[in-house]
């Protein structure tokens, strides 16, 4: 292990650690987005063994966002890739340390990829940037899947390099099975960001089908098929949920959530386009783009040089260009979804973050003088490369004191609370008083919006086993159907003004 190895090693670690203070402190340890609390209601299901459950009564009554009900019977929309590791986390009484210690392994394999197609050197500056990044620690901080999703894109494309790229192994079988294992599992998790993450790459595959060798043709096939074969529990999945296996889950809870163009794609009457497509992607890197480094408009100002040393790295050039197209090839598969996301920033390209650390963290290198090629060595006793490298450090240590001191803490301040998410909320049942009104089942009027109840669904579970079991009021009738199929627990009403009382029946 070298030094800059070592160094690499602390600066994974400073990952997991701010990764954690984010889910701590900003998000304290709880689901904000509908997504989150679905991911959490499938975990929960998946750590208790099972994949679907029986329709609660009342279904609307026990309402989880984007957890269907359908022919008698309960499951979450998303594929189980993330699910069934957050489970994991669920039994090993872990759950806010699963997505901090997959960051952490992020920025390891970042710093790879980068060592591997520029040099030790540009590895570090990658992980740095990804270290410091707010996108990186807003996503890797919450209970999203794209944390697992940036370890699988990375992985797949390491192996990817590894099997089939410029310099590779003479006996280059393992990472080939690798890469196939890598990309299945980003297919069961993200199967839409695994299109996007494998386009360039495939690219590459059907060049080398066509002029590779016999050996090359066979790893290439038998990738392909570890692939497809880790992909199809997909269908499984489907078939378990919907007794169809080519239903998509997606469309049991919004008809029109599909990928594609024309009528039935989007909310719109005409359908999803390609114009309206282009017009989201751009809204989206408009909102989105400032939070990658924290450097407001300038995210962009390493890039070109990236460029530049990318040409003048002969030996890995097809390497450097693989991992640079990953993040555009992600933003041109996602101009088919109906709707963007920006909010955690630019997050459905998360999992191409590192083609822009690495050609960011080369053109750091390249301006510097700082070698960007294995082997290749820094000249301190030019006077002129002494002066540009020192200009370099300080324009870096500028934007990094800004993004540190400023823009960082300001993005997660307004994370905080996130649509009127807040443990708060939750304290009124975990005292001495409300511990003894259990077990209980807990009718919540909400003033104003879902979320009031919404945010309760924390301390419950898909087995409706807890202490509190949390119904949304649907009317009086409703509500006593539901009182009356759970005859061994005490019935109490909450409201979010008054979070300390709990009446024995509505308010009046």
């Not at 997959?102 to 050197?121: C, D, M, N, Q, V």
């Not at 500056?125 to 707010?134: C, D, E, F, R, Y």
């Not at 280059?172 to 960001?193: C, K, M, Q």
């Amino acid at each position: 292990m070298t030094r800059s190895d070592r160094i690499a090693i602390i600066l994974c670690l400073l990952g997991v650690l701010g990764a954690f203070l984010v889910h701590n402190k900003v998000f304290e340890h709880m689901a904000h987005l509908e997504d989150e609390m679905a991911y959490v209601w499938q975990a929960q299901a998946i750590s208790g063994g099972n994949l679907t459950l029986p329709s609660p009564p009342g279904e609307k009554s026990f309402l989880v966002p984007f957890v269907v009900d359908y022919d008698g019977m309960r499951f979450g929309k998303y594929p189980l890739g993330w699910p069934a590791l957050l489970a994991v986390g669920i039994r090993l009484g872990a759950r806010s340390l699963v997505n901090p210690l997959l960051a952490g392994l992020g920025i390891w394999l970042t710093y790879l990829l980068a060592k591997r197609t520029f040099s030790e050197t540009v590895g570090l500056l990658a992980a740095g940037l990804t270290v410091a990044s707010p996108f990186f620690l807003m996503n890797s901080g919450s209970l999203l899947s794209h944390p697992l999703g940036l370890v699988l894109s990375a992985g797949f494309a390491l192996s990817w390099l590894e099997a089939f790229g410029s310099g590779r192994r003479s006996k280059p079988w393992l990472p080939a099975i690798l890469a196939g294992v890598w990309l299945g599992l980003l297919v069961i998790t993200r199967p839409v960001t695994a299109m996007g993450v494998a386009l360039p790459f495939a690219i590459h595959g059907l060049y080398l089908l066509v002029s590779g060798s016999r050996k090359t043709r066979q790893r290439l096939l038998a990738l392909c098929g570890i692939v497809l074969g880790i992909a199809s529990l997909q269908i499984v999945w489907q078939y378990i949920a919907s007794g169809d296996p080519f239903t998509n889950l997606y469309t049991l809870w919004w008809e029109y959530d599909r990928i594609g163009f024309g009528p039935g794609y989007g909310v719109l009457p005409e359908g999803h386009s390609i114009q309206q497509g282009i017009t989201s992607t751009r809204q989206t890197l408009q909102r989105g783009l400032s939070d990658l480094f924290g450097w407001g408009k300038f995210f962009w100002i390493f890039l070109p040089f990236g460029l530049v040393a990318l040409y003048q790295n002969r030996k890995r050039r097809l390497d450097g260009v693989l991992i640079s197209l990953v993040f555009p090839s992600l933003v041109l598969v996602y101009v088919s979804y109906w709707i963007g996301a920006f909010l955690y920033g630019p997050r459905y390209y998360y999992e191409g973050f590192y083609s822009i650390t690495i050609l960011s963290g080369a053109g750091i290198a390249w301006l510097a003088g700082w070698p960007f090629r294995p082997r290749e060595r820094w000249d301190r006793k030019k006077k002129y490369q002494r002066a540009r490298s020192l200009g370099v450090v300080f324009l870096l240590t500028f934007l990094t004191v800004y993004n540190m001191f400023f823009y960082t803490p300001a993005r997660l301040g307004d994370m905080r609370g996130l649509y009127g998410v807040e443990r708060a909320h939750i304290e009124p049942f975990l005292t001495p008083e409300a511990q003894k009104l259990a077990p209980a089942l807990i009718i919540v009027h909400p003033e104003e919006m879902w979320i009031e109840y919404g945010t309760l669904i924390e301390l419950s579970n898909p087995y409706l086993d807890t202490p509190f079991i949390f119904v949304h009021t649907r009317g009086s009738m409703v509500d006593t159907a539901v009182i009356e199929a759970f005859p061994d627990r005490n019935v109490f009403h909450y409201y979010q003004d008054e979070p300390y009382k709990f009446y024995t029946a509505p308010r009046p």
